[in-house]
């Protein structure tokens, strides 16, 4: 089941001129060249998909926009997902600064993932899927969190020692990428 997305950050920006030079496969035969085509990122899957911008409508790359059911102000329609090889140079360039904008932006989110996550198998604890934490942090996190929850990044930073927004940033780009056992942040890649 593909989770829908509401908002997305716009990592690259394709003008009509250069989708008729494209020899990729990002625009697809058949796909109207004349439309200006966005490369995105999700806001809360961190799902990545090909859209196109109304005619009359501009955007800049790290713009937050509308992607949802219903009116939209700025995007025509979702063509399809992507994958991460799909993605235009520029792109991948901004993609790690756009996760960690909405890593930061979603802090609350993240910070109760944190109090609330627990074992994925019997030897494997869902925090050490962060690159780092192995078993004696993992139980100093859990000592911590049971004495009382923590409240933000740097409650967590100044308990434990660690930058624990960067290593979900770390995560989620992983997971984006693909070849993950488990996707704790962001839907899997399409097929």
């Known amino acids: 089941m593909v989770r829908k997305e509401e908002y997305a950050y716009v990592l690259d920006i394709i003008p009509p001129e250069e989708a008729l030079m494209k020899e990729t496969d990002i625009i697809r035969r058949g796909f109207p060249r004349r439309d200006t085509y966005l490369q995105v990122v999700g806001e809360e899957y961190f799902t990545l998909l090909l859209v196109t911008l109304k005619h009359e409508a501009t955007v800049e790359v790290g713009e937050r ?52 996550a627990g074992p994925l198998t019997l030897k494997l604890h869902s925090i050490e899927l962060l690159k780092g934490i192995g078993k004696k942090t993992l139980n100093q996190i859990l000592e911590e969190r049971a004495k009382k929850p923590f409240e933000s990044f740097e409650d967590f930073k100044n308990r ?11 995560r989620i780009l992983r997971e984006i990428q693909g070849n993950e ?11």
């Open 65 to 116: 926009v509308y992607i949802g059911d219903g009116v939209r102000d700025k995007i025509n329609k979702i063509v399809r997902r992507l994958k991460y090889d799909e993605l235009t140079p520029q792109a991948r360039q901004e993609l790690e600064s756009m996760v960690d904008k909405i890593v930061k932006a979603r802090e609350r989110f993240f910070i109760d993932w944190l109090n609330k």
């Open 160 to 170: 434990i020692g660690v930058n624990v927004q960067r290593l979900i940033v770390e």
């Open 181 to 191: 056992q488990y996707y704790v942040f962001a839907a899997p890649p399409p097929p």
